[in-house]
């Protein structure tokens, strides 16, 4: 029966977060049902409540009884149990969720983090990213959140060198154009961040800097550079070889490049 009160929105979820083994077992000997869908409190299920609690023992019971581990969830911020225990940081519930068959791909609605790798990216969690890429976690997923539409470019945003060389020695590709997000590629992105020392290790995995980009605010890198007015940037881009005559994308019927953009733009100081 739900709950209007407490943050708990069924009896079982309030025993859950007492922790009380014993009347969690009552409750389910007596009919309570492990996967109902929560309308009201924190949590979408009893199994997000138990993962956030950060028992692990409660959580085996649940799933030993039969909970849906990969039951997309309505109500709380999460989408997911995996997801729940990725933003606990908990390596050792989020282990045991992918042993039991967690679905590390499993696309949730929360548009902070819609995905478990995602989600263990914005944690900053190397070993949580290693564990859920070491267990077929696609790094090339395009998606919706925060604006950035693929896990590199957040992992970018998120400005950890050793996650983004995670993602890149797994396959990450640095030159796929993203078609959804703030920025059209990973490269854009870390100028943007302001990250010279990632805009380099980028550039030295593979970065094309004149990749011609088709969404987005720019049409190049070299054009979201002079626009931020970063001089570093520039600077290491033409140092990379950078084409500063490159035509970039039609804008009102009109061909253009970053030259004509500092030169009749307000950007004289890269002339």
Do not use: C, W
Request: proline share 3%; net charge negative.
């Amino acid at each position: 029966m739900p709950l209007q009160t407490g943050g708990n929105g069924s009896a079982l979820v309030a025993a859950i977060h007492k922790k009380s083994l014993a009347m969690i077992q009552i409750l389910r000997d007596n009919g309570a049902h492990i996967d109902m869908p929560l309308q009201t409190g924190d949590y979408g299920s009893a199994l997000e409540a138990a993962v956030y609690g950060g028992s692990l023992e409660i959580v085996r019971l649940l799933i030993d009884n039969g909970a849906d581990i990969n039951m997309p969830l309505r109500n709380g911020d999460h989408g997911s149990a995996l997801v729940a225990a990725i933003y606990r940081e908990s390596l050792e519930i989020t282990r045991l969720l992918i042993d039991k068959g967690a679905d590390v791909n499993i696309l949730v609605e929360p548009e902070d983090h819609n995905s478990p790798l995602v989600a263990a990216i914005y944690r900053e969690s190397a070993e949580i990213t290693r564990l859920l890429i070491d267990n077929g976690a696609n790094v090339n997923t395009q998606i919706q959140s925060r604006g950035h539409g693929s896990a590199l470019i957040a992992a970018v945003y998120g400005g950890s060198l050793d996650i983004i060389r995670l993602l890149i020695d797994n396959g990450a590709e640095i030159n796929t154009p993203i078609q959804t997000g703030d920025f059209a590629s990973a490269l854009v992105a870390a100028i943007y961040k302001a990250n010279i020392e990632i805009v380099q290790l980028l550039i030295d995995r593979g970065a094309h800097v004149n990749m011609q980009l088709y969404h987005g605010a720019h049409s190049s890198a070299l054009e979201a550079a002079v626009y931020t007015r970063s001089f570093e940037a520039v600077r290491l881009l033409l140092d990379n070889g950078a084409d500063i005559n490159m035509l970039l994308r039609v804008v009102d019927g009109i061909e253009t490049s970053t030259l004509a953009i500092a030169t009749y733009g307000e950007y004289p100081e890269f002339l």
